[in-house]
Nanobody, 121 residues
Framework: QVQLVESGGGLVQPGGSLRLSCAAS????????MGWYRQAPGKQRVLVAT???????NYQDSVKGRFTISRADANNTLYLQMNSLEPEDTAVYYC???????????????WGQGTQVTVSS
């Protein structure tokens, strides 16, 4: 059983910063891609940023230069440093991972339960 647990969400004023964390635990052999997605009220879930096992990153245009994604493979943890936050960043942020649970096994997709980020004065 694999679990992704997010933390670090909360209420912050415009221009402020937050750091989200996502800890992956369980029977994990290798994590290939990890990412953050967000879903605002009444809208679809969209990609925020991803990072591969090789360190390649990809960002949604609206967060480029403000958000930084990183991962610590030693403890299977994903981070999202969010700076210069705007009210439009308000959403539930979800952690996602594509991983395998055994050598030569198939890849599976996992989601965390989400953490609320609210940017408001």
């Amino acid at each position: 059983q694999v679990q992704l647990v997010e933390s670090g969400g909360g209420l912050v004023q415009p221009g402020g910063s937050l750091r989200l964390s996502c800890a992956a635990s369980g029977s994990i052999f290798s994590i290939y891609v990890m990412g953050w997605y967000r879903q605002a009220p009444g809208k679809q879930r969209v990609l925020v940023a991803t990072v591969t096992s090789g360190g390649s990153t990809n960002y949604q245009d609206s967060v480029k230069g403000r958000f930084t994604i990183s991962r610590a493979d030693a403890n299977n943890t994903l981070y999202l440093q969010m700076n210069s936050l705007e009210p439009e960043d308000t959403a539930v942020y979800y952690c996602h991972a594509i991983l395998s649970t055994r050598i030569g096994g198939p890849n599976f997709s996992y989601w965390g339960q989400g953490t609320q980020v609210t940017v408001s004065s």
